[in-house]
Nanobody, 123 residues
Framework: VQLQASGGGYVQAGGSLRLSCAAS????????MSWFRQAPGKERDLVAA????????YYANSVQGRFTISRDNAKNTVHLQMSSLKPEDTATYYC?????????????????WGQGTLVTVSS
């Protein structure tokens, strides 16, 4: 599975962005999907996760109520809608896929990673 993350950019605090993760090489319909983020000098942290069917979703406390993860298995894509962005949301965002790692915060549990897309939120 090859994952391609896109949609990052520069936005003012309070604004919104929608990240996308497109897959190729294999259908995503059997994979749990997650978004992580990594700020400079910090660890890569789990932001949101969605089960293979889309019936289950997890959010980190820091983004609960502001971010929404969704998936379109027919289009082999996963999205992260980010609203009410804060400067502390500034990071490189990565999508990740695995057959079994739904909701796991351990990066080593994921078999596939996208290349990352940078989100910068100005104050």
């Amino acid at each position: 599975v090859q994952l391609q993350a896109s949609g990052g950019g520069y936005v003012q605090a309070g604004g919104s962005l929608r990240l996308s993760c497109a897959a190729s090489g294999r259908t995503l319909s059997s994979y749990a999907m997650s978004w992580f983020r990594q700020a400079p000098g910090k660890e890569r942290d789990l932001v949101a996760a969605i089960s293979w069917s889309g019936s289950g979703a997890y959010y980190a406390n820091s983004v609960q109520g502001r971010f929404t993860i969704s998936r379109d298995n027919a289009k082999n894509t996963v999205h992260l809608q980010m609203s009410s962005l804060k400067p502390e949301d500034t990071a490189t965002y990565y999508c990740a896929a695995d057959l079994h790692a739904y909701g796991s915060s351990r990066t080593g549990d994921y078999a596939y990673w996208g290349q990352g897309t940078l989100v910068t939120v100005s104050s």
